[in-house]
């Protein structure tokens, strides 16, 4: 079998580069070296595609390609065993379609209110004046809605405690030190709670019961007026006519939640950097809020054009999650020109593929208009992947990126503090902003955009 070009750097100094500058890296590897790629790890061949055939082989062809779940244990410490990541075949089928009944339409569209209310909410308690970090503030935004519409909490002792371990977790697998420690062989083992590995089981294990205790209890007194994603797992059955188990739907509820708070928190903290560096998209997009009426209707705000193509363009220039889970040759096939054998891993390169600049001409430019010049196919503009595995959430992030983004701009007068660029950083599977997107509130925004003096003294 002739694999695609390896790029010649030893295994441990391209992980180094790529640690360093991620994006930066990715687009020298793709000058040199094409739209197909091999990355050996050990013996196995990963090859990464970032050609809109190629991917559309990856996500079509569920014949010889199968989306398997084995190749996705190493995320089990977060999501469980039992998570729709871990799932293969007619399983995997199954549960995706019960939770995307939760995620989709009338459902969703209900929840549009409460995320305007909740942002407005949040976005109060900053103090006028006073720098903050949005991405901070914006994850923790996401974090809430995330746990409300999957688990149906947005109060108590138990979602206190969640919302808690949840942010405590994000921050400490993204700090500098434990990501270092973490990769290191001799130290990435579990050597009890006061190792780096240790600690970080820990906290998993105590989400991983306060969950399992929430599932329990609303198992023995069911809500049928309830629309979040843990009711539709209680009342559903798997293929043998049986309830789920309470561990199971515990499982199942993990990788929404990690989701939500991980790949929305940072596509929208990402819009927001966009929007405020480049002053003629922010006044656009305001000219677009100022059409509509004082407290809009949540679904006109989502179907805003110009709205649309910044979300869009955001998750083009920066897609928070940079590649696809990955996928397995189960029969031999023929991919671009390469014979791959069974075994073979194959991995959809979306950043690479969103910086074609035959396909997005000035990729480096922030452009929304480019969505209305042209139609992109679900091949080369795929920040949800596609196929067999492709986000349950997308539709959902979307409606969420647009009513957060909407709120914070018609309501508040926003600024970055720096004018230098925001560099992204990769951690586990996401990309986002390395220094937090540091901004200022400057004031209110009264309807039709008139500012409000500033008063610090009323909040
Ligand atoms: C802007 C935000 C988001 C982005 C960019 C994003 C992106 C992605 C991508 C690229 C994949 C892999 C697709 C593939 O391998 O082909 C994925 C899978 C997934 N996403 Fe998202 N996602 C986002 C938000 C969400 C949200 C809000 C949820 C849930 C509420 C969610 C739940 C999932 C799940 C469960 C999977 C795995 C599906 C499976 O294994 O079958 N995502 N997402």
């Not at 009711?231 to 939500?260: H, K, M, N």
């Not at 926003?414 to 986002?432: D, F, N, W």
Request: aromatic share 12%.
């Amino acid at each position: 079998m002739k694999l695609p070009p390896t790029p010649r750097n030893p295994n441990w100094l391209f992980y180094l580069k790529f640690e360093a500058d991620p994006f930066g890296y990715m687009d020298v590897i793709y000058k040199h070296y094409g739209d197909i790629i091999t990355i050996m790890s050990d013996s196995q061949p990963i090859i990464y595609i970032s050609n809109p055939q190629g991917i559309k082989e990856i996500f079509n062809n569920t014949k010889e390609i199968t989306a398997s779940g084995a190749l996705n244990q190493s995320f089990a410490i977060g999501t469980g065993k039992q998570g729709v990541l871990q799932l293969d075949g007619w399983r995997h089928k199954h549960r995706r379609k019960l939770l995307m009944t939760s995620f989709q339409g009338g459902r969703t569209q209900a929840f549009g209110q409460r995320i305007c209310e909740l942002t407005d909410k949040i976005m109060s308690q900053q103090a006028i004046s006073k720098s903050f970090l949005a991405y901070e503030i914006i994850e923790d935004i996401a974090l809430r809605i995330g746990i409300e519409l999957v688990v149906g909490l947005s109060e108590g002792d138990r979602y206190e405690k969640i919302k808690h371990l949840f942010s405590f977790l994000m921050k400490y697998e993204q700090s500098s030190l434990i990501n270092l420690l973490l990769k290191l062989p001799f130290v990435n083992r579990d050597f009890g709670k006061w190792s780096p590995q240790g600690y970080q089981l820990n906290l998993y294990q105590k989400i991983f019961q306060l969950l399992y205790s929430e599932v329990s209890e609303r198992r023995q007194k069911p809500d049928s007026l309830s629309s979040d994603t843990l009711s539709t797992l209680i009342s559903a059955c798997d293929e043998t006519g049986e309830a789920l188990s309470d561990e199971e739907v515990r499982d199942l509820l993990l990788s929404p939640i990690f989701a939500a708070q991980h790949a929305s928190g940072a596509a929208i903290a990402w819009s927001l950097y966009w929007i405020h560096r480049l002053p003629e998209v922010r006044d656009k997009l305001l000219e677009e809020l100022n059409t509509l009426s004082e407290s809009p209707d949540p679904m006109s705000i989502v179907t805003l054009p110009y709205l649309n193509n910044v979300c869009n363009e955001a998750l083009r220039i920066y897609p928070t999650q940079l590649f696809t889970f990955p996928r397995l040759v189960e029969s031999p096939i023929e991919i671009m020109g390469y014979e791959f054998d069974p075994g073979t891993i194959l991995i959809g390169n979306i950043y690479s593929m969103h910086q074609r600049e035959d396909i997005y001409p000035e990729p480096k430019q922030f452009k929304p208009e480019r969505f209305f010049e042209k139609q992109y196919s679900s091949f080369e503009f795929l920040p949800f992947g596609g196929g067999a595995r492709s986000c349950i959430g997308g539709a959902f992030a979307l409606f969420e990126m647009k009513l957060v983004l909407a709120t914070i701009l018609s309501h508040y007068q926003l600024a970055l503090v720096s004018k230098k660029p925001e560099r992204p950083k990769y951690g586990g599977l996401i990309s986002y902003p390395a220094s937090g997107v540091k901004m200022v509130m400057h004031g209110r925004r009264n309807y039709q955009g008139y500012s409000q003096p500033l008063v610090s003294s009323l909040f």
